[in-house]
């Protein structure tokens, strides 16, 4: 399932901060997903709890950020909203777009229970 390493992605990156910071307790999780990132979110959450157990975020809350698609249109040279991938250009009907946002999915940032309500900063993680 392609959730499933997804998951497990986020639970590396989770680990590798909670080891570099000495954070011993991550509460929640807030992840930037693209429209366009093909993602079933459900199923996400799912991986999600099944692969944190056992790890300093078991039991983290999993937060969704959504991050709308967008796409250059060769013929509009423009930048142009983008629903779905290989979608046709919405202002000219195009299918000359290339996806340029909304294809990444990142951990952008991880709530750690020592402190109430402190966030840490993670990098960019592109897959
Ligand atoms: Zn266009």
Redesign the pocket.
């Known amino acids: 399932m392609y959730e499933m390493s997804l998951a497990e992605g986020v639970r590396a990156i989770v680990e590798d901060a909670a080891r570099s910071q000495g954070l011993t307790r991550i509460t929640a999780v807030v992840l930037e997903i693209g429209e366009l990132a093909n993602v079933e979110i459900d199923a996400l959450r799912f991986c999600f709890d099944a692969v944190m157990q056992n790890t300093v975020a078991a039991g983290a809350r999993l937060e969704i950020a959504s991050v709308p698609g967008r796409g250059w ?4 040279a ?1 930048t ?1 909203p983008v629903a779905r991938l290989y979608d ?7 299918y ?2 290339q996806a340029t946002g909304g294809t990444e999915m990142r951990v952008k940032e991880i709530e750690v229970g020592r402190d109430t309500g402190d966030l840490a900063e993670e990098p960019t993680t592109r897959t």
């Open positions: 249109c060769m013929q509009c423009d142009v046709p250009c919405p202002r000219c009907g195009s000359q777009v």
